[in-house]
């Protein structure tokens, strides 16, 4: 398997510091209209990196899974001592996301839309005769 390359680590520099898989892509020098960020994030060495690098930053925090659901639970508890039922739905939504029950998926199609409004279309005005000359 052939080793990464600058623009490789430079992507997985772009990802982790959070910019989603397309823009790291792009600013790593991938092409735009490619789905480069898709498929470099399914390349096995890339993966590899990405998983030592998260374990590195976990390690250097000292915060890892265990204790963000220990922080949840504090704000849940925290949110039901002061009524406050916005942060506690905000925070159950962390709590699922956090343990694999909730994901989110963003369709792609809706980004970017747009609509035409072309006056006329509905009635469109009679349309006129031409008339050709020939000589």
């Known amino acids: 398997m052939k080793k990464l390359g600058p623009r490789h680590y430079l992507f ?13 892509a ?15 994030l399914k ?12 374990t ?12 963000a659901m220990v922080e949840l639970n504090e704000c849940i508890e925290f949110a039901e001592s002061t009524n406050n039922a916005t942060a506690r739905v905000k925070a159950v939504e962390l709590k699922m996301k956090l ?22 279309i509905e009635n ?3 349309e006129k005769e031409v008339v050709v000359e020939t000589v």
């Open 124 to 126: 469109p005005p009679p």
């Open 56 to 67: 590195e930053i976990r390690e250097l925090t000292k915060f890892g899974a265990q204790k």
């Open 26 to 40: 792009k600013l790593a020098g991938f092409s735009a209209k490619s789905k480069a960020g898709t498929y470099l």
């Open 99 to 120: 343990s694999g029950l909730l994901v989110e998926r963003i369709d792609q199609r809706q980004v970017g839309s747009f609509q035409i409004n072309i006056g006329g």
């Open 12 to 24: 997985i520099k772009e990802y982790l510091s959070g910019k989603n898989e397309t823009t790291a």
């Open 43 to 54: 390349h096995p060495l890339i993966i590899a990196e990405l998983e030592k690098a998260t």
